[in-house]
T-cell receptor, first 112, second 111 residues
């Protein structure tokens, strides 16, 4: 158990619907990352926060994706108007003072 | 353009033998590397890391070797156990402490 909690574990939605995922990180670690993983690939970076500030967004993150981290604690990732290509596992990771990241169990999204 | 490559999609070894997983990278600016293990329906779990100032780091049954001139890493697991069966990801640290992952290698340890 890495202490990083993600909800829900699974989400099935219809194309065009909006979905929101939540990540509750380890409280003393100020860096929070979102990654996406598809079958047969490694996790791909989406965005990251230092405390409440969103410092970088990947070009993979289209305008339909938005992430927030109010008050530098939990984070949410919202996908608007979902497409079938959004089907993937969405991983949240938390980092402290060193280079190691601790991942949650992920949210598996299936867009029908 | 993949900066971190794991060219073997899968590896099968007998219990008790050595498992060797390989990783190559293209960006000479990378100076810190990590290995993660992932079971199905779970997130990646940190295994072992190495800084570019070293060429070897050992932790129990796991040893990571780094050859900077060849831009090559390897993870050795000895002896391999059935519980080691998982997907192994090599990752390099980029600016902002972001991790760049390879595509992973599926390790199957047969008993």
């Amino acid at each position: 158990d890495t202490g990083v909690s993600q909800n829900p574990r699974h989400k099935i939605t219809k194309r065009g619907q909006n979905v929101t995922f939540r990540c509750d990180p380890i409280s003393e670690h100020n860096r929070l990352y979102w990654y996406r993983q598809t079958l047969g690939q490694g996790p791909e970076f989406l965005t990251y926060f230092q405390n409440e500030a969103q410092l970088e967004k990947s070009r993979l993150l289209s305008d339909r994706f938005s992430a927030e981290r109010p008050k530098g604690s939990f984070s949410t990732l919202e996908i608007q108007r979902t497409e079938q290509g959004d089907s993937a596992m969405y991983l949240c990771a938390n980092g402290g003072a060193d280079e190691k990241l601790f991942f949650g169990s992920g949210t598996q999204l299936s867009v029908l | 353009d993949q900066q971190v490559k794991q060219n073997s999609p899968s590896l099968s070894v007998q219990e008790g033998r050595i498992s060797i997983l390989n990783c190559d990278y293209t960006n000479s600016m990378f100076d810190y590397f990590l290995w993660y293990k992932k079971y199905p329906a779970e997130g990646p779990t940190f295994l072992i890391s190495i800084s570019s100032i070293k060429d070897k780091n050992e932790d129990g049954r796991f040893t990571v070797f780094l050859n900077k001139s060849a831009k090559h890493l390897s993870l050795h697991i000895v002896p391999s156990q059935p519980g080691d069966s998982a997907v192994y990801f090599c990752a390099a640290v980029e600016y902002g402490n972001k991790l760049v992952f390879g595509a992973g290698t599926i390790l199957r340890v047969k008993s």
